[in-house]
C-alpha cells in the first residue's frame, strides 16, 4: 500500500530535528514524508534543509506564512490522492518503531477502520478498569475505540477524506472526526498502545517544558486556549483529557446534531463545559 505522511512545523527547531529524524527512521520503504513549515524562522528552517534529499522525504514545502492547520492539511490531502493510507504527525511527538507496518496491517483486516492512532499519554494516565468497555477486539487485533483521535501520530485511509470531504471552514480536526464516525468508520487508538512521545508533556524524556518559564516560552497551542500559565496546571490538564477520553460516548451523535446541541446549553446553564465545543 502506499503510504503517504505529512508533518507541519512552525519555530521549534530542537523538536523539529528530533522529531523529523525520528520520524524519517521509523518510515518504511513504502511511505514518504511531506513536511510544510508555516513561516518559520531561520533557525527552524536550517534545521529542516538538514532534511532535503533524505530517501523518506518526499518534499519540503516552505510556507511564508502561518497557515495553521486547516490549508497544509487540506492541501496536503488534495495532493495525496495516489496514496492508500494517509498520516500526519506533529513537530512536537517521536514516533515508536514499527507504528506504521502495525497500523497499516490494522487498516488492512479491519475493513471499517477509518483512522487508528498512537496514543500520546504515559501509563500513569490510562486506567484498565475504566477504559474496558470501550477496548474492541478486531480479529487480532485491538483498538481502545473513541469518536476521534488527537491530530498526530495517526493512520486513514484516503477513503474517509473521499466519503466526507476535507476540512471544512472553521472545523476543527476533531469535529471532522466526529463526522467519519457518524458516517460509520472505526476510529481510536491501537491497544495494547503505541506510544507516540509527545514531547509537549513535561513528563516526557525529551520535553522541553521543565520549569514555568519554559511552558511561557514554548506555550503549546492547547495550553494558551485554556489559559494555562504553570507546568504543574499543563500536567493536570492532560491527565484530564486523558481520564476523559477513556470515557467519551462511542455515539457521535452526543457530540454533533441536535442532541448534542440541547446539552451544550444545559450545561453551559450549570456552568460546565461541554466537549468538543462546536
Known sequence: M?????????????????????LCETAPSNAKITVWDNGSADDT?????????????EGIVYNPANDKLRGPTNWFWNNSKDADLLSKVDDDCLM??????KLEKAHNDIPDA?????????????????????IHSFGPHMVLRNCWVEGSGYLMKRKVIDDIGPLKRGE???????????????????YPFLYQEHMDDPRAEHTGIRTDEDLKRLLPLSAAQ??????????????????????????????????ARLKRKLYQAVGRDYFPKA
Open 2 to 22: 502506499k503510504i503517504k505522511i505529512l508533518m507541519i512545523t512552525h519555530n521549534r527547531p530542537a523538536y523539529t530535528r528530533l522529531s523529523l529524524g525520528r
Open 45 to 57: 528552517r536550517r534545521v529542516l534543509k538538514e532534511f532535503e534529499g533524505h530517501p523518506a522525504v
Open 96 to 101: 515508536p518503531a514499527k507504528w506504521v507496518e
Open 114 to 134: 477509518g483512522l487508528l492512532g498512537c496514543w500520546r499519554f504515559p501509563p500513569e494516565d490510562f486506567d484498565l478498569r475504566n477504559a474496558s468497555r470501550k
Open 172 to 190: 476543527t480536526f476533531t469535529t471532522w472526526c466526529l463526522r467519519a464516525a457518524a458516517k460509520g468508520y472505526i476510529l481510536g487508538w491501537y
Open 226 to 259: 485554556y489559559g494555562t500559565t504553570t507546568k504543574e496546571d499543563w500536567v493536570k490538564r492532560i491527565r484530564r483529557t486523558a481520564g476523559r477520553l477513556q470515557e467519551y460516548s462511542l455515539d457521535p451523535y452526543d457530540f454533533i446534531g441536535i442532541r
